[in-house]
């Protein structure tokens, strides 16, 4: 038989298989370790939530940088702004313009010239003292730059105004309701402080006349009252007699047993009732629970109320009232008050009445700001002179050897 038409196949030895690259790469990959194919991400990243026009713009932007910038690029074009035209009003036009003068040739144009204007004419430079120290001055006027004021300055001595304004009723026509109301203002200020006059009476007694601290100094020096001596005094014995008035006896004295058994009777009883009347009240308490908390509740609101307003109070106090200064009483002014017969109609037939200068100064007086004088404090002597002992020594008994004891 002849040859087979069958093709046998071709065997290609295994070392052609190991010249394959990807086969290579494989193998490589094989060997190598888990740490060193792997990472592991232990960092949780935030995803972030893209809305759906977000997506489709970074979509488009990625097709954008895949295509080429040349080909896919519209030619800008540049558009130039036109200039406005600015159309002159009626007015203008009607105007016609003046013709600017001509001087004659010759003549020299009469100017007015200050001689002495080049004798003030001073080089100002801006690192000079007078040019720094005027600019610090416009600065500060115009409240450019804080000026440092000292405590004192911002201290208010009292928020009272400084003119006190006159009632309706004290006017030069006043209307009768006005001028009724005036009155009966003043009559019961009059009526308070008789009052006190009165009550001031009764306490000293009737009959008696109140001496005040000057008139007893006064009558001191004049020698009124004469000092008694204690000798005096151990003489003279008052003669009672003892017989007229009943000697009571005295009880007798407890023992000391006694004394500590009533003791102790006292405290139990004591005891007692405390235990029951607490007990009685803490049920009163515990069925009144809900009420008790609304009370607490109160009281709390009430408390805060109560702190707020004593402070107001303070603050309103230490701007309103009137500090002790100087060692003189304050005395308020006393406005002149018109009777219904001295009330002019008219401001001309009106006369001056108080002073302007007295009512200042009690104004001043009242805001704190100017001091009351009164008298002056009388340095005491004192009575018994201490005697002071020296120890002088003679200059010709002082020698090298000498000895001061």
């Known amino acids: 038989m002849g040859k087979?038409?069958?093709?046998?196949?071709?065997?290609?030895?295994?070392?052609?298989?190991?010249?394959?690259?990807?086969?290579?790469?494989?193998?490589q990959l094989q060997s190598l370790p888990d740490d060193q194919i792997f990472e592991i991400d232990d960092e949780a990243k935030p995803v972030e939530k893209s809305t759906v026009k977000q997506k489709r713009l970074q979509a488009h932007r990625e097709r954008l940088s895949k295509m080429d910038d040349k080909e896919h690029k519209k030619?800008?074009?540049?558009?130039?702004?036109?200039?406005?035209i600015h159309l002159s009003s009626k007015l203008e036009r009607s105007k016609n313009e003046r013709a600017p003068k001509i001087t004659p040739s010759g003549v020299k144009p009469n100017l007015l010239k200050d001689?002495?204007?080049?004798?003030?004419?001073?080089?100002?430079?801006?690192?000079?003292?007078?040019?720094?120290?005027?600019?610090?001055?416009d600065l500060k006027t115009r409240k450019a730059i804080k000026v440092k004021e000292p405590k004192t300055?911002?201290?208010?001595?009292?928020?009272?105004?400084?003119?006190?304004?006159?009632?309706?009723?004290?006017?030069?026509?006043?209307?009768?309701?006005?001028?009724?109301?005036?009155?009966?203002?003043l009559a019961n200020e009059e009526v308070i402080r008789e009052k006190a006059e009165k009550k001031l009476d009764r306490q000293i007694g009737k009959g008696m006349k109140y001496i005040t601290p000057e008139e007893q100094k006064a009558e001191l020096e004049q020698?009124?009252?004469?000092?008694?001596?204690?000798?005096?005094?151990?003489?003279?014995?008052?003669?009672?007699?003892?017989?007229?008035?009943?000697?009571?006896?005295?009880?007798?004295?407890?023992?000391?047993?006694?004394?500590?058994?009533?003791?102790?009777?006292?405290?139990?009883?004591?005891?007692?009732?405390?235990?029951?009347?607490s007990t009685k009240r803490e049920r009163e308490q515990i069925a009144n629970l809900k009420k008790l908390y609304k009370e607490i509740d109160q009281k709390l609101v009430e408390?805060?109320?109560?702190?707020?307003?004593?402070?107001?109070?303070?603050?309103?106090?230490?701007?309103?009232?009137?500090?002790?200064?100087g060692?003189?009483?304050?005395?308020?002014?006393e406005e002149p008050v018109a009777l219904p017969s001295e009330i002019k109609g008219s401001l001309r037939?009106?006369?001056?009445?108080?002073?302007?200068?007295?009512?200042?100064?009690?104004?001043?007086?009242?805001?704190?700001?100017?001091?009351?004088?009164?008298?002056?404090?009388?340095?005491?002597?004192?009575?018994?002179l201490k005697r002071k002992f020296v120890d002088k020594w003679d200059i010709k008994k002082v020698t090298a050897d000498s000895t001061r004891h």
């Open 4 to 27: 087979s038409r069958k093709k046998a196949w071709k065997r290609i030895p295994r070392t052609a298989d190991e010249e394959i690259p990807e086969i290579h790469k494989q193998k």
């Open 75 to 84: 030619p800008v074009r540049l558009i130039q702004k036109r200039e406005k």
């Open 115 to 137: 001689p002495w204007a080049d004798e003030d004419d001073v080089a100002m430079n801006d690192n000079d003292e007078f040019v720094e120290a005027a600019k610090m001055h």
């Open 153 to 185: 300055r911002k201290y208010i001595p009292s928020a009272l105004p400084a003119v006190k304004v006159a009632d309706p009723g004290a006017s030069y026509n006043p209307e009768m309701n006005e001028y009724l109301e005036y009155a009966n203002k």
């Open 223 to 277: 020698g009124f009252y004469e000092e008694s001596t204690d000798e005096e005094d151990d003489d003279i014995k008052p003669d009672v007699n003892s017989e007229l008035f009943g000697v009571k006896k005295q009880p007798k004295a407890k023992s000391d047993k006694l004394k500590k058994r009533q003791l102790k009777r006292k405290i139990a009883e004591l005891e007692r009732k405390s235990l029951k009347e």
């Open 303 to 325: 408390s805060k109320e109560k702190a707020a307003e004593r402070a107001a109070n303070k603050i309103f106090n230490n701007l309103t009232k009137r500090k002790q200064l």
């Open 327 to 333: 060692r003189g009483e304050f005395k308020e002014y």
């Open 349 to 384: 037939f009106a006369k001056t009445e108080g002073n302007l200068m007295n009512e200042h100064v009690k104004s001043l007086q009242a805001r704190n700001i100017l001091a009351i004088a009164g008298d002056k404090e009388t340095r005491k002597l004192p009575k018994r």
